[in-house]
């Protein structure tokens, strides 16, 4: 561990709300953590007679799975490149800087600012939103001089590349990203978030086939779901027409490309359908996550990367 201190505060999470692991290094303590500011490294926990009561936010999260457990997100006060060393920057929906750190293996990560008024508040949202189909987030940096951070999972590559590419997804690969789409947004609403902009921009995936939404500060409470099901609409049409950018007209120009059921599903997608009823399509049934695990490293491979 560096010789340089870290201050760490960790967020509040209500008893309800279930987070997701973090990863080793971190602090893993399930207990209540301390709320403000202490003096040590990170993943040192706070001793048991020092805990306060539990603090209550204004996100009440439900679980994703039982199987979770509630986990703190360490707030670390002071610059993140006191801690990790950057190499490269690349647009994911946001530009996000790659980052690897110093102590402990080098596994990359990724880092955006945090800007804004209501900061704080998305970095709780961030936190608290934890499901499989949402990009997870593992530290935030509060720094006086450089301002907000937010290290997350490091995802290898995002559906606007798979557009570039030069194949088109097979009918199960393109249901397991639908689904696993749909699943993430279907998350959201159960907590009263709408994701108005959901797009082949800003849902990334990794090389294991897991598909993920991100730009979490884009959901709106109490948002417009005609706006969801639209930008989800343009997604499926991005992915099954290469010939059709997002701006343009909903509706595909290959439809021979696709089965019945495939078309039927943007149809509903089209015509409105909740997202829950598009999770129960028939076209989901197709699913077979497995099979990105294939086209993802080609897609790396052949896509136009654009880099910062």
């Known amino acids: 561990m560096s010789d340089t201190k870290r201050h760490t505060r960790f967020i509040e999470a209500p008893s309800a709300v279930v987070v997701g692991g973090v990863v080793t290094g971190l602090n893993t303590n399930h207990g209540t953590p301390h709320p403000t500011l202490v003096d040590g490294e990170v993943g040192k926990a706070p001793k048991a007679e020092e805990k306060p009561p539990p603090l209550h936010t204004r996100f009440q999260i439900k679980p994703a799975s039982e199987s979770h457990e509630p986990k703190p997100l360490p707030l670390i006060a002071g610059s993140p490149w006191k801690h990790y060393d950057a190499h490269y920057r ?51 940096y509060d720094c006086p001089v450089d301002g907000s951070f937010l290290v997350s999972e490091f995802m290898l590559t995002f559906l606007r590349h798979l557009c570039q590419a030069p194949i088109y997804p097979n009918e199960p690969q393109l249901s397991s990203i639908l689904h696993q789409v749909l699943s993430g947004l279907d998350f959201l609403l159960k907590n009263d978030l709408v994701h108005e902009e959901v797009s082949v921009g800003n849902v990334l995936i990794n090389s294991d086939g897991s598909v993920k939404i991100c730009d979490m500060d884009r959901c709106q409470r109490a948002g417009d779901a005609a706006k969801l099901l639209d930008s989800f609409s343009r997604l499926q049409m991005r992915l099954m027409d290469k010939e059709k950018d997002e701006s343009d007209t909903i509706g595909l120009t290959r439809l021979g490309n696709w089965s019945d059921e495939a078309l039927d599903m943007f149809t509903n997608a089209i015509s409105g359908s909740a997202v829950k009823e598009l999770l129960g399509h028939p076209f989901m049934n197709k699913r077979d996550q497995a099979q990105l695990m294939w086209l993802v490293p080609y897609v790396s491979m052949t896509a136009f990367h654009s880099t910062d």
């Open 90 to 140: 690349i647009k994911l929906g946001y530009s996000f800087g790659v980052v690897t750190p110093r102590d402990g293996p080098c596994l990359p990560r990724m880092i955006r600012a945090i800007t804004g008024p209501n900061s704080e508040e998305h970095i709780q949202r961030f936190h608290q939103l934890c499901h499989p189909n949402i990009v997870k987030a593992m530290e935030a």
